[in-house]
């Protein structure tokens, strides 16, 4: 697999988005969902990239990328 460091802290990113989500409800939650969304799909998008300039398979390397955040750190969420 190639070098998917740079990809790590948009998953972590996106995970810390997600995790601010417990607890809100009505326009906080919203607010914070669009954060996760777009932090998602900032992550989701340069996962493709990496996918497709390597030749990679994009399942593969989110894979790997998500197993390699959560494992490099804590989870946000728990």
């Given amino acids: 697999m190639a070098d998917i460091e740079r990809l790590i802290p948009l998953e972590r990113a996106a995970e ?29 998008a340069a996962i493709t990239e990496h996918a497709a300039e390597s030749g990679e398979n994009r399942y593969e390397v989110e894979k790997a990328v998500k197993t390699a955040a959560r494992h490099s750190e804590e989870d946000p969420a728990g």
């Fill in 16 to 44: 810390t988005e997600r995790a601010k989500l417990a607890g809100l409800i009505g326009d906080e939650y919203e607010a914070q969902w669009q954060a996760w969304r777009t932090a998602s799909e900032t992550v989701q």
